[in-house]
């Protein structure tokens, strides 16, 4: 909703309000009735012809996400007015928030700060009305926009009943088009029972041009345990697997985040999400910068599937460390984060930890992040270092030092970061400076006399 604007459009015997939200579309009361923008009697007529009262607060809410004209903003509180009353200085508020205003000891305007001649308060009714006939004719077009869609979201659900090949393929781009535009839509395939009708076109014979978009449509619905589990048959996860790694780059995310959200099953098994195909399809949709949205996607189920201890030997086998150390310095702060929780979590294990050790860059690029992203990203990368120098102590914490550890892990151990993390920082200080002499360490770690 936009900022508040004083208007200050007024004349002798009305007030006129721009209602067009770019100063282009000024209105008095006389214009809005002539033009049908007021209605009359408070009430708004519905197709049958009878008149309904609409509750204002209610339509509000439900029409939040709209641009609302900035002379219906209330100046204290930025949020659209129910009840409009005028002061003194001819500002006018939302009832409430002017007395609560009043209440707090305060004897000015809000907008102006001049000092009040009059602390009484007027209703706009002028106002009112224009407030609640535009929010009013609103949420009639939304409605019935919204019972359109819902009665094509049906035509198109007993189409796909009757219909096979490309007239197929065309009811579901056009189900999915308006599931992933109305919510009005996603309602009426789950309250019409059609969410399994959908799920029933994916088997070990759907065409990828099927699949894909059935994967679209199912991704934008919220499926209960019952869809969940029947998507979680060993013949549709076989189809989304293949797809993962053929599609395109779409149908790729889509796949990735259907699979995600079955994992969210109580009773979802380790073994569905084994597949060494699945992994590397992660993989490749990870290392492909092209896309930002599929690398988040591809690391937030990565990480997911990394919670399942079974998993992580299978991720570990097929070379995800390294290739994940050397994607570091290239991603946004939240997908590193990820790539860090599962490098951390993959150093749990003994492969993991050979893994990172082996891989040239792990020490420099690790050692970059300390104290550059967030305290949680520190964290991380302070766990992975620490499984590494552990592992070997001499080779590794002389790399570590080299690569500025000590300096970052002074900075660490001075800032207002949790004493947990300031422990850890201490204790693999103290590991990098065994290979050391007093006088070569601090030289090492580039201090200036007063930190020494």
């Known amino acids: 909703m936009p900022m508040y604007q004083p208007s200050g459009r007024r004349r002798d015997g009305g007030v006129m309000y721009d209602v067009g939200g770019d100063g282009g579309h000024v209105l008095d009361l006389e214009t809005a009735v002539k033009d049908g923008i007021l209605g009359g009697g408070g009430g708004v007529v519905c197709g049958t012809?009878?008149?309904?009262?609409?509750?204002?607060?209610?339509?509000?809410?439900?029409?939040?996400?709209?641009?609302?004209?900035?002379?219906?903003?209330?100046?204290?509180?930025?949020?659209?007015?129910?009840?409009?009353?005028?002061?003194?200085?001819?500002?006018?508020?939302?009832?409430?928030?002017?007395?609560?205003?009043?209440?707090?000891?305060?004897?000015?305007?809000?907008?102006?700060?001049?000092?009040?001649?009059?602390?009484?308060?007027?209703?706009?009714?002028t106002l009112y009305q224009l407030i609640y006939s535009w929010f009013s004719q609103k949420y009639l077009v939304m409605k019935k926009r919204s019972e359109d869609v819902q009665g094509r979201a049906l035509e198109v659900l007993e189409t796909l009943k009757k219909v096979k090949g490309q007239a197929r393929i065309q009811a579901l781009k056009e189900l999915r088009h308006v599931v992933s535009v109305h919510a009005s839509a996603k309602k009426t395939v789950a309250d019409n029972g059609c969410i399994g009708l959908i799920s029933s076109l994916l088997g070990p014979f759907t065409s990828h041009a099927v699949g894909s978009e059935v994967i679209g449509i199912l991704v934008c619905l919220s499926l209960d345990l019952e869809s969940k589990s029947n998507l979680l048959q060993p013949a549709k996860i076989s189809l989304m697997v293949d797809m993962l790694n053929e599609g395109s780059i779409e149908t790729k995310i889509n796949c990735t985040k259907l699979i995600e959200i079955l994992m969210e099953g109580k009773d979802f098994e380790s073994e569905i999400v084994s597949s060494l195909s699945l992994l590397v399809g992660l993989l490749r949709l990870v290392k492909d910068k092209r896309y930002p949205n599929g690398i988040l996607a591809g690391l937030t189920l990565l990480k997911t599937i990394c919670l399942h201890e079974l998993v992580r030997n299978s991720v570990v086998s097929i070379g995800a460390v390294p290739q994940l150390v050397e994607l570091l310095p290239h991603l946004n702060p939240e997908c590193l984060e990820l790539a860090l929780y599962i490098l951390e979590v993959l150093s749990t294990l003994q492969e993991g930890r050979l893994a990172l050790k082996v891989c040239p860059n792990t020490i420099p690029n690790v050692v970059k992040l300390l104290m550059r992203v967030s305290e949680s990203c520190t964290q991380l990368a302070l766990a992975i270092l620490s499984a590494v120098c552990k592992l070997a102590p001499v080779e590794c914490a002389s790399l570590a030092v080299e690569a500025g550890l000590a300096a970052k892990l002074l900075l660490v151990i001075q800032s207002g970061c949790n004493p947990v993390l300031k422990q850890r920082a201490a204790e693999l200080l103290k590991l990098c400076s065994l290979n050391y002499t007093a006088t070569i360490f601090i030289s090492k770690c580039k201090l200036t006399r007063t930190i020494q």
């Open 49 to 125: 012809g009878v008149t309904e009262k609409l509750d204002l607060k209610k339509i509000i809410e439900e029409l939040e996400s709209i641009d609302v004209p900035s002379v219906f903003i209330c100046p204290i509180s930025l949020e659209p007015m129910q009840d409009p009353v005028t002061i003194c200085t001819g500002q006018t508020y939302e009832r409430s928030n002017i007395v609560k205003w009043f209440s707090m000891g305060h004897f000015t305007c809000p907008t102006t700060m001049q000092e009040l001649w009059d602390d009484s308060i007027t209703p706009n009714k």
